[in-house]
């Protein structure tokens, strides 16, 4: 077997493992959906008459920032989904399983491969689930081509492996899985200092470009866009250069750490 | 994408089969803690090999290089016949590894667990199926196979663990400490296990704390001590390294002690415990001489027992505190040292 057969193989086994156990404890994965759908109730439904004063100039209607609001929530949903993935991770490198892999002639990385197109899928599903929510409330994108969704879907897909590569890398370091969790909690923490909720435009100058140059509000911008017509501007570069660089950042980190003797 | 795959096929036959393990010089330490201070051994296919020692000897250390977990500071090391630094792959394949802790996916059941393996030994669909059910069936699975496995009991979980081992046919099998907390009939029933595994023509490389263990698996055993081979050999010649056994004459009264020590002069003596040992093999013969010359003498010991050598008296005698004096003087006098040990203290009773 030549050396990509044999890791398209063994990686694929180790995604059915993944998926498996995905399928079997289907709880881990939907709560870590509870923090974004209550985000989106909260702010349409308990802040949205002030949040949407303030979006629209003192204008807008609730629709509006239902509008506003559901791209910024659906990459939130990646940042929580991720977080299952450290802990997933970490929770197999403490296990003797994860030894008995190394000592077997496989592709050295699939298991951690597994992981992670594991963790990507879950991350599509989750979108998924929380995008129906938001239509469910009144979010429409109306005048979206085919290829802009089609953008929009491999934004949201290369967030969610950027996001899940570091999530990886957190779940190697983590002495635990309960470390992993907190190691991973400013995966689901950056959206609330980006453009989710309120504009980047309206936050204290000083804090302005920490907000407008994290990963998530250049990310939310372009989806914004993709979805709804906005301007998009430079945020599209921007969010693929993010994405491209924490996936590189969090491939050497992972499997860095990987590749480390097991104490 | 890494490096680290596999370029040779799975079943590739080693170089030198009619030897399955060989280290020379074996070296690895954390820092400046020496774990493993130049190791050599060698196993012949086909053969039970125990290492043997205490807690933190380096046991699990060894186990982890020679089944390319770790890498060793030093040392030529070879395994199914392939040097361990330059193709680990192969010796992969070629080997099976039980590790001292739980290695199944607890998250799902046991015969996912099977297939898991399968999988990743590259069998069929169809030949992944009947491997699976023929080892669930073998180790007696078959009705915990649709369970998660982390409903399983600890020898359950270690029966699983090692049909896992075997789903890809290895030839040489590691396993580290197979019978460390488990009750002791699931401990004979993993003996029962590893001889079935023999009689199947595998190496097979066991570490123990149960000097029991190895005499009862083991066709050649080292013991490790400090991170050194302190002993080699079969267990018999390990018996011969000690002096052999002796009857222990227990007394309650010092007075009546001091006075059979006095005629006593060719036993030794223990102080503390009122104790005196005869020099004697154990026979039926030796010990009714031994009995009638006590009557003649007019000593009656308070208690009698007979103890006849065995690897427990290798191991205190070859790790103990003062293992090095001990060993070297050994010939002097018998290495019983019932005040120094603290554990698993036990009279021969096979």
């Given amino acids: 077997m030549s050396a990509l057969a044999l890791a398209v193989r063994d990686s694929t086994t180790m995604l059915r493992r993944n998926l498996l156990h995905a399928r079997r404890y289907p709880s881990a994965t939907l709560n870590l959906l509870l923090t974004p759908i209550m985000m989106l109730l909260l702010f349409v439904y308990i802040f949205g008459d002030v949040m ?26 990646i940042g929580s989904t991720v977080i299952g993935a450290a802990v997933h991770v970490s929770m197999d490198m403490n296990e003797g399983l994860v030894a008995r892999f190394r000592t077997m002639a496989i592709h050295r990385t699939s298991v951690i491969i597994g992981h992670v197109v594991g963790s990507v899928l879950q991350c599509l599903a989750s979108v998924v689930l929380v995008g129906a929510v938001g239509v469910a409330i009144g979010f429409r994108s109306t005048d979206a081509t085919v290829v802009e969704w089609l953008a929009a879907f491999g934004l949201i897909a290369l967030f969610a492996l950027a996001l899940t590569w570091i999530a990886v890398g957190m779940g190697m370091s983590s002495p635990n899985p309960e470390a992993a969790s907190n190691a991973a ?68 980190w992972a499997t860095a750490r990987f590749n480390r003797d097991p104490a | 994408m ?22 020379v010089g074996l070296r690895k330490s954390y820092g400046d803690k020496t774990v493993l201070d130049g190791i050599d051994l060698h196993i012949p296919a ?11 000897a380096g046991k699990t250390t060894a186990v982890k290089i020679l089944s390319t977990l770790i890498t060793a500071d030093a040392g030529e090391l070879r395994v199914g016949g392939y040097d361990l630094a330059t193709d680990p792959q192969a010796v992969r394949a070629a080997i099976g590894v039980t590790g001292q802790f739980s290695a199944v996916d607890g998250l799902i059941t046991g015969e996912e667990n099977m297939l898991l393996m399968a999988d990743l030994h590259h069998l069929s669909r169809r030949e992944g199926r009947r491997v699976a059910a023929e080892l669930l069936e073998r180790f007696d699975l078959v009705e915990a196979a649709k369970k998660p496995a982390a409903t399983y009991s600890g020898g359950m979980k270690r029966r699983l663990d090692i049909a896992m081992t075997l789903v890809g046919g290895p030839r040489i099998i590691f396993l580290d400490e197979p019978t460390t907390g488990l ?80 005629v006593l002069r ?85």
């Fill in chain 1, 52 to 77: 949407s004063a303030g979006i629209g100039g003192g204008g807008a209607d609730r629709s509006e920032y239902v509008a506003y609001l559901v791209p910024g929530i659906l990459l939130m949903t």
């Fill in chain 2, 266 to 350: 060719e036993a030794n003596r223990d102080d503390a415990a009122l104790a005196l040992r005869v020099p004697s093999d154990g026979s039926q013969r030796e010990l009714r001489s031994i009995l009638d010359w006590l009557d003649s003498v007019g000593i009656e010991a308070d208690e009698l027992t007979v103890h006849t050598p065995d690897l427990d008296d290798v191991f205190f005698a070859l790790t103990g505190p003062s293992a090095d004096s001990a060993a070297a003087g050994s010939a002097a006098s018998p290495i019983t040292r019932p005040a120094t040990v603290p554990h698993q203290r036990k009279e021969n009773d096979r």
């Fill in chain 2, 183 to 262: 009750d002791p009939r699931s401990r004979h029933n993993m003996w029962g296990i590893i001889r079935g595994l023999v009689s199947t023509g595998v190496t097979v490389f066991l570490t123990t704390q149960y000097l029991e263990e190895a005499d009862q698996l083991a066709d050649r055993i080292a013991v490790l001590n400090d991170g050194r081979i302190a002993a080699e050999g079969t267990a018999d010649q390990l018996k011969r390294l000690v002096p052999g056994g002796y009857v222990r004459l227990g007394f309650s009264d010092p007075a009546r002690y001091q006075s059979a020590a006095a």
């Fill in chain 2, 2 to 23: 890494p490096s680290s795959v596999m370029p040779t096929s799975k079943t590739g036959t080693g170089l030198a089969p009619s030897t399955a393990v060989s280290a």
């Fill in chain 1, 185 to 252: 909690m400013p995966l689901i923490l950056l959206p609330l200092i980006s453009s989710a909720f309120i504009p980047a435009s309206t936050m204290p100058g000083w804090f302005r470009p920490i907000a407008e140059y994290q990963p998530f509000t250049p990310a939310i911008e372009t989806l914004r866009g993709l979805l709804l017509g906005s301007e998009i501007g430079n945020d599209g570069w921007i969010a693929v250069a993010w994405c491209v660089a924490l996936t590189a950042l969090g491939y050497v």
């Fill in chain 2, 46 to 56: 086909g053969t039970v090999f125990a290492l043997l020692g205490p807690n933190g």
